[in-house]
């Protein structure tokens, strides 16, 4: 048993070691022994961009993103780069309703719940799809709240969720609300 913990602890410790190997800017060259360390300047920085040029970088990144990870949440680096450059895009043309649109249904679909809310709040008038995608960002607020009490809050989200579409979801809260 012992046996098998040090092997499985060493390939841990290998696999940490090749995957910080990966990340790393730094080379060493050992015949000279100098170290050059290499600073990458970002090459997609948003506040450097036109809006349609981070418009188009968002879409990109979605792509590679959904192809990338099983399940979308901000905080992988491909899903953050695509609602950031969205996010950009959308608050240097603040009046493009396709930028707004897409940065709601980033929002969204990185479970981003209460950014999801405002932004389809915002845009106003919406698509069938987009309905449906408001809602449940609607619904899972009302959820949240309605975990930490906050019955107030959760009927609110609750009738502005089902102004957006209804839902078995809303309905489920509603009946809990009464």
Same mark, same amino acid.
């Given at each position: ?49 036109? /809006?349609?040029?981070?418009? *188009? &970088?968002?879409?990109?990144? @979605?792509? #590679? ?8 949440? !901000? ?58 995608? /408001?809602?449940?960002?609607? *619904? &899972?607020?009302?959820?949240? @709240?309605? #975990? ?8 609110? !989200? ?14 489920a809260i509603m009946k809990r609300l009464q």
């Amino acid at each position: 048993m012992r046996t098998v913990m040090k092997k499985i602890l060493m390939l841990t410790a290998f696999a940490l070691t090749g995957l910080a190997a990966a990340q790393d800017t730094t080379t060493t060259t050992t015949e000279t022994t100098t170290t050059t360390t290499t600073v990458a300047e970002p090459v997609n920085a948003p506040a450097m961009m036109s /809006a349609g040029d981070n418009f *188009a &970088k968002a879409q990109e990144y @979605a792509v #590679q993103a959904d192809v990338a990870y099983p399940v979308p949440f !901000y905080d992988r680096t491909l899903w953050k780069a695509a609602v950031d450059h969205a996010y950009y895009a959308a608050s240097m043309e603040a009046g493009n309703r396709d930028y707004n649109a897409y940065l709601a249904q980033l929002y969204t679909k990185t479970q981003w719940w209460i950014n999801a809310y405002n932004a389809w709040t915002r845009l106003g008038d919406l698509t069938d799809q987009e309905k449906q995608w /408001a809602s449940l960002s609607a *619904a &899972k607020l009302a959820y949240l @709240a309605l #975990q930490r009490g906050d019955q107030t809050m959760a009927r609110m !989200y609750v009738e502005k969720g089902m102004a957006w579409a209804d839902s078995a979801s809303l309905q489920a809260i509603m009946k809990r609300l009464q």
